[in-house]
């Protein structure tokens, strides 16, 4: 069965890095477009990043242009999210999710990892 | 910001018909790109409700089905349940060149049990 599994999320200070990674199983990762999607506290659900399968192409959501960048490992089945220049706002819950090919939904969901940025 | 717009919240007895609009515009739902829903039950994650304007992924029951006509789409949910108490998000895709974001979500709504 698919399965996304998060990790590295936790507290961090304003202006300090992090990685975030998101294992994947039961598909085969590398025909997958991957994405990031972020829900602060108590919020609605915000697109954060997509990594099409290949890797070749990453586009992102605005706020986090030239802070965050998406990656993957296909011979890991990982996909990545490193986060640079950290603010307040970055705060929230990350889910990676799993694109079905062509349609642009999310057909899979990780359980989230929370990062949480505060001094 | 939400390009998707939905109505905060909607409630209605255990059996009744509710329905979850969701407002976007020419450059997502209106230039024909399909809607997703999503439902968030407390504490966990989104979980794939209908894809493709009106399709239920294996699983999902037929109490839930959904529509788009315009810029528009709308989720309902016939015989009301108990446990269908959880925040709904639609989602789509948007090709407007100044906007921020290429995959949309609406601004979720919470429906509530009587």
């Known amino acids: 069965q698919v399965q996304l599994v998060e990790s590295g999320g936790g507290v961090v200070q304003p202006g300090r890095s992090l990685r975030l990674s998101c294992a994947a199983s039961g598909f085969i990762f590398s025909t997958y477009g991957m994405h990031w999607v972020r829900q602060a506290p108590g919020k609605g659900l915000e697109w954060v990043a997509v990594?099409?399968?290949?890797?070749?192409?990453?586009y992102y959501t605005d706020s986090v242009k030239g802070r965050f960048t998406v990656s993957r490992d296909n011979s890991k089945n990982t996909l990545y999210l490193q986060m640079n220049s950290l603010r307040a706002e970055d705060t929230a819950v990350y889910f990676c999710a799993r694109e079905e090919s062509g349609g642009h939904e999310f057909d899979y969901w990780g359980q989230g990892t929370l990062v949480t940025v505060s001094s | 910001q939400s390009v998707l717009t939905q109505p905060p919240s909607v409630s209605g007895a255990p059996g009744q018909r509710v329905t979850i609009s969701c407002t976007g515009s020419s450059s997502n739902i209106g230039a024909g790109y399909n809607v997703h829903w999503y439902q968030q039950l407390p504490g966990t994650a989104p979980k794939l409700l209908i894809y493709g304007d009106n399709n239920r992924p294996s699983g999902v029951p037929d109490r839930f089905s959904g529509s788009k006509s315009g810029t528009s789409a709308s989720l309902a949910i016939t015989g009301l349940q108990a446990e269908d108490e959880a925040d709904y998000y639609c989602?789509?895709?948007?090709?407007?060149?100044?906007?921020?974001?290429?995959?949309?979500f609406g601004t979720g709504t919470k429906v509530t049990v009587l």
């Open positions: 989602q789509s895709y948007d090709n407007s060149l100044s906007g921020s974001s290429r995959y949309v």
């Open positions: 990594i099409w399968s290949d890797g070749n192409n990453k």
